[in-house]
């Protein structure tokens, strides 16, 4: 059984609510169900954690090298493009990670097309609404079924 941890940054806990037109309308809660589920369904734990400030995301990143945490799924929202801070704790703690983001960020305006994780990352997932999330667990599990004797 693995550890799996995803991690939300700011303003994604107004999904569902908040520019439906390139988030969707399903609430983070939904989601965080939905992964938990797949997740114990392949024997594994899933836990969620949101914040709209980036020093709780840095904390999270960091306690999870103590908590023998698997793999990371982090949609870090704005702070992708911003934050160098949350790349520092990424590298740090060295725990695999897939970058999701929910809209297709290169049909978006310009300053998004930028990230600070993607060349650290596993993989990024983007796009695909939702579903993202679910791609990119999906292959984490993937590579947790490849890893097992």
Not at 91 to 118: D, K, T, W
Request: glycine content about 6%; proline content about 4%.
């Amino acid at each position: 059984m693995a550890n799996l941890l995803v991690i939300h940054g700011p303003n994604l806990n107004l999904l569902g609510e908040r520019e439906p037109d390139h988030y969707g309308y399903e609430k983070l809660e939904d989601i965080n169900r939905r992964l938990e589920s797949i997740a114990r369904a392949a024997g594994h734990s899933l836990e969620c954690f949101q914040s709209n400030a980036e020093h709780a995301l840095v904390e999270r990143i960091q306690s999870a090298r103590h908590e023998c945490i698997a793999f990371i799924i982090i949609n870090a929202a704005a702070y992708t493009h911003t934050s160098i801070a949350l790349r520092d704790a990424l590298a740090a703690v060295a725990i695999p990670f897939v970058e999701v983001h929910l809209s297709n960020v290169y049909r978006r305006e310009p300053f998004r097309h930028r990230s600070y994780l993607s060349d650290i990352a596993l993989g990024v997932v983007a796009g695909l609404g939702p579903l993202s999330y679910d791609c990119a667990l999906r292959a984490i599990l993937g590579m947790l079924d490849r890893a097992l004797p």
